[in-house]
């Protein structure tokens, strides 16, 4: 399964809406999962199983999506949500799993 | 505090080996699967391979598989790589994670494969 994300960049200002999408080339159920990379930092887990907010990320971030197609949601941007993004998914068989190319949130 | 610290990287020469190491702290990984993730400089995360909490399933990249052996000792809480024929397309930093979905991540190593 091949993961494409769109756009590559988004630039947006504090306080807009950021609406990320995530496209996979056949259906991948509900294992769809969001990470956030800040530079130099390790990946955070966002979101799992499509709309599960992981602990302690904020109400502001919201996945949804089915299928083929998904949506990452970040409301209100704040400076220390730009960062790139990233989709994954997890095959069944063969037990594979692929992250997308990522969408980077620029300021 | 759940903590994942690699070690093990390096330079190494086209053709080389290296064994990587991730040790955990603040949590026992027999109960997780775990994983190795890698990400090439300025590119994106690439997923490595996986091993089931017991040790038993191990699954890989195409791009690794035979090269690579994930490997595990849940007595010393550790997580293992080794890495054989490594080519200039393996230099990456090396993040070990830990959880289905992944939740926690080290905070990597880097391998450069270079002559």
């Known amino acids: 399964i091949v993961l494409t994300q769109s756009p590559a960049t988004l630039s947006l200002s504090p306080g807009e809406r950021a609406t990320l999408s995530c496209r996979a080339s056949?259906?991948?159920?509900?294992?769809l999962a969001w990470y956030q990379q800040r530079p130099g930092q390790a990946p955070r887990l966002l979101i799992y199983?499509?709309?599960n907010r992981a602990t302690g990320i904020p109400a502001k971030f919201s996945g949804s999506g089915s299928g083929t197609d998904f949506t990452l949601t970040i409301d209100s941007l704040e400076p220390e949500d730009f960062a790139v993004y990233y989709c994954?998914?997890?095959?069944?068989?063969?037990?594979?799993?692929?992250f997308g190319p990522g969408t980077r949130v620029d300021v | 505090e759940v903590q994942l610290v690699e070690s093990g990287g390096g330079l190494v020469q086209p053709g080389g080996s290296l064994r990587l190491s991730c040790a955990a702290s603040?949590?026992?990984?027999?109960?997780?699967?775990m994983h190795w993730v890698r990400q090439a400089p300025g590119k994106g995360l690439v997923w490595v391979s996986r091993?089931?909490?017991?040790?038993?399933?191990?699954s890989y990249a195409d791009s690794v598989k035979g090269r690579f052996t994930i490997s595990r000792n849940n007595a010393k809480n550790t997580l293992y790589l080794q890495m054989n024929s490594l080519t200039a397309d393996d230099t990456a930093v090396y993040y070990c994670?830990?959880?289905?979905?992944?939740?926690?991540w080290g905070q990597g190593t880097l391998v450069t494969v270079s002559s």
């Open positions: 994670a830990s959880g289905q979905p992944i939740r926690d």
């Open positions: 603040g949590f026992t990984i027999r109960s997780y699967w």
């Open positions: 091993i089931s909490s017991d040790g038993i399933i191990t």
């Open positions: 056949q259906s991948v159920g509900s294992y």
């Open positions: 199983d499509v709309s």
């Open positions: 994954q998914q997890r095959n069944r068989w063969p037990p594979l799993f692929t």
